[in-house]
């Protein structure tokens, strides 16, 4: 054990000294290159049987090989990308069997953001907090934020019963308040012959339907959050399908009223999806999804327990035509699922009161799109722009006047690859929120993004 930290440490030692060396480009691409492996031995000794001392020499510099580049296609091989997704790391650390691999990576993420005509009460540019009415005190705000900034560790085990396992652990510093910068558990699952156990991303979210931006939240129509599962998913017809289904822990906001009361949740969501892809790489896909609830709330007025369905199904995509251009886009629809659509997260409009009957109680119906192009004029220089656009509908009437009715959103971004780990970006937004009574106000905000991957 003493000499495996040593030499841990060492490798440590390495990367840093090595950073500079690293971050020259290995690939045409300015967003792609490959990590730099380090190997670590697990014993006193390396034994090589009826070889004389250059054949060992040659059998350990060929098996060393080996061992990396089968480390740099494991990590390749599982390397998710889409909205929010980290990028490959700098350096891995394998065995020289390569049974075992690991990767500390991340990056260090600053915005600034100058809202003005407007400005949301959140550090994100969410139509649903844009206040109405307006006032003095809601027309300019600069603002400044680095709690995006990330750090994840991945591992690999190439096992004989499991084949390859993957450990990912992700976290940022958005667990708190504004300017807290407490830390905060992103991911952490286990992933193994398609099964994958832990908290991830909802299966409900297609993760490369929506565009980069710098506003950290995104689309207001789109979905990203987080859910603690278990996912199983498999690639089928030459990868042209895949298909998944999760039993995810339940996220329920509603509002209850006088009549009802909350409690624990006793059934999981469940969303499922089919993916079609197509593409010499597979680039581009359509995918059809849909998620079913069950609600558990408490009457108090009838002292007993009842339970309201909730469901929703969305279409989405993302397509690559040539190099120049990727279009985006997701359409969602369904009752009482606030969890997944992004401006009604918390929300409390899963279910209301029944304006018509007060001692009894609804979902909600709701729908949100939204549509996005990307075009990129250098290998290292992109363009981006689209709309977002989520409504809650009446249903017998509306329970209060100033009710969520539809939130818009629109952007237009600037991203620039300086070297394959440093980028920066510029966007500007528009927002929009109208309530049930007709009531209305809108936001405006600039951001500006410089960004370090290591």
């Given amino acids: 054990?003493?000499?495996?930290?040593?030499?841990?440490?060492?490798?440590?030692?390495?990367?840093?000294?090595?950073t500079a060396s690293a971050q020259r480009p290995r690939h045409r691409h300015a967003d792609r290159y490959e990590p730099t492996v380090y190997l670590i031995s697990v014993s006193e000794t390396d034994?090589?049987?009826?070889?004389n001392a250059c054949q060992a020499q040659q059998y350990r510099n060929a098996a060393n090989n080996a061992a990396m580049q089968q480390a740099i296609a494991d990590y390749n091989e599982t390397h998710r990308t889409g909205f929010q997704q980290v990028e490959k790391p700098q350096f891995i650390f394998s065995t020289k069997n390569n049974k075992f691999?690991?990767?500390?990576?991340?990056?260090?993420?600053?915005?600034?953001s100058y809202g003005f005509e407007g400005i949301p009460n959140n550090i994100d540019f969410v139509p649903y907090d844009i206040p109405i009415p307006g006032n003095y005190a809601t027309r300019q705000q600069f603002g400044m934020d680095a709690s995006t900034s990330r750090l994840y560790l991945k591992a690999i085990a190439n096992t004989r019963a499991l084949g390859r396992v993957v450990v990912f652990v992700d976290g940022d510093f958005r667990g708190g308040g504004r300017d807290s910068y407490t830390p905060r558990l992103r991911s952490a699952y286990v992933s193994f012959k398609g099964l994958t156990l832990g908290r991830d991303i909802t299966t409900f979210c297609d993760l490369n339907a929506a565009p980069q931006t710098v506003d950290f939240r995104g689309p207001n129509a789109y979905n990203l959050n987080f859910a603690t599962m278990i996912r199983y998913e498999i690639s089928f017809a030459r990868d042209y399908l895949t298909f998944g289904a999760a039993a995810e822990m339940p996220n329920v906001s509603g509002t209850y009223g006088a009549s009802f009361a909350s409690l624990?949740?006793?059934?999981?969501?469940?969303?499922?999806?089919?993916?079609?892809?197509?593409g010499r790489h597979r680039q581009s896909h359509?995918?059809?999804s849909a998620v079913f609830r069950d609600m558990y709330i408490r009457s108090t007025l009838r002292d007993n327990n009842t339970t309201l369905f909730g469901w929703g199904v969305q279409a989405s995509g993302n397509i690559m035509i040539g190099r120049v251009l990727n279009i985006f886009f997701n359409g969602v629809y369904g009752e009482g699922i606030t969890p997944y659509i992004?401006?009604?997260?918390?929300?409390?409009?899963?279910?209301?009161p029944n304006p018509l009957r007060p001692t009894s109680i609804q979902t909600m119906p709701m729908y949100g799109w939204q549509v996005a192009a990307q075009i990129n004029l250098l290998k290292n220089l992109s363009i981006s722009g689209g709309y977002s656009a989520v409504t809650v509908c009446k249903k017998n009437t509306f329970y209060a006047n100033d009710e969520y009715r539809m939130g818009q959103y629109i952007f237009g971004n600037i991203f620039y690859n300086i070297t394959p780990r440093f980028k920066i970006?510029?966007?500007?937004?528009?927002?929009?929120?109208?309530?049930?009574?007709?009531?209305?106000?809108?936001?405006?905000?600039?951001?500006?993004?410089?960004?370090?991957?290591?």
């Avoid at 003493?2 to 841990?8: A, Q, S």
């Avoid at 691999?101 to 600034?112: D, E």
């Avoid at 970006?425 to 290591?454: C, P, S, T, W």
């Fill in 1 to 18: 054990m003493k000499t495996i930290r040593l030499l841990f440490a060492a490798s440590l030692i390495a990367s840093v000294v090595s």
């Fill in 47 to 51: 034994t090589v049987y009826r070889c």
């Fill in 101 to 112: 691999s690991f990767a500390l990576g991340g990056y260090v993420n600053l915005r600034a």
């Fill in 264 to 278: 624990p949740q006793r059934v999981p969501d469940f969303p499922v999806y089919l993916q079609v892809n197509w």
């Fill in 286 to 288: 359509f995918r059809a």
């Fill in 342 to 352: 992004q401006d009604l997260t918390g929300s409390g409009l899963d279910f209301t």
């Fill in 425 to 454: 970006a510029a966007e500007y937004l528009y927002g929009r929120r109208e309530n049930m009574n007709d009531m209305k106000n809108h936001a405006n905000r600039v951001n500006i993004m410089a960004q370090y991957n290591f």
